[in-house]
């Protein structure tokens, strides 16, 4: 197989579409044959980086590059950018609304299980200019 890729515009509007893209992935992974526990950690990725970026940023973009060995997640938004990554990597810790976290969003686990549930993350972030991360799971 060689490799694929596949891109994702992520609505900051709208939370129901929230994860569309994540499920996509998974579609498409299922598709090609990968096993169900790199599918499963995939998914649980992108899911929470969707939901960080209709939360925080108004939407981004994630591109997901396929490769016999590795699955490459890639997603970028422009928004608020995070200030301290170290805190925000701790579980429960959320900047998010109470309007959010009544709607069952915001937890304060999203930059945990990411880390979690891939062998990479790195973080790009700036201030005021927005985020990147990038994430890869390993077959």
């Known amino acids: 197989m060689s490799a694929l890729s596949f891109h994702f515009d ?20 299922r598709q090609l044959g990968f096993p169900s526990d790199v599918i499963r950690r995939c998914s649980i990725a992108m899911y929470e980086g969707e939901i960080n970026m209709v939360i925080h940023a108004n ?9 016999p060995d590795k699955i490459t997640m890639i ?3 422009h928004g608020p950018g995070i200030p301290d990554v170290e805190l925000a990597m701790k579980e429960g810790y959320s900047t998010s609304t109470e309007q959010i976290r009544n709607m069952g969003f915001g ?21 005021g200019v927005g985020t990147k991360l990038t994430m890869v799971v390993c077959v």
């Open 10 to 29: 992520i609505d900051g509007e709208d939370f129901s579409s929230a994860g569309e893209a994540s499920v996509a992935v998974k579609k498409k992974l």
């Open 75 to 77: 997603l970028e938004d």
């Open 107 to 127: 937890a304060g686990m999203g930059l945990p299980n990411m880390k979690r549930y891939t062998e990479s993350l790195e973080i790009d972030t700036k201030v």
């Open 59 to 67: 939407g981004g973009t994630a591109d997901v590059l396929v490769e």
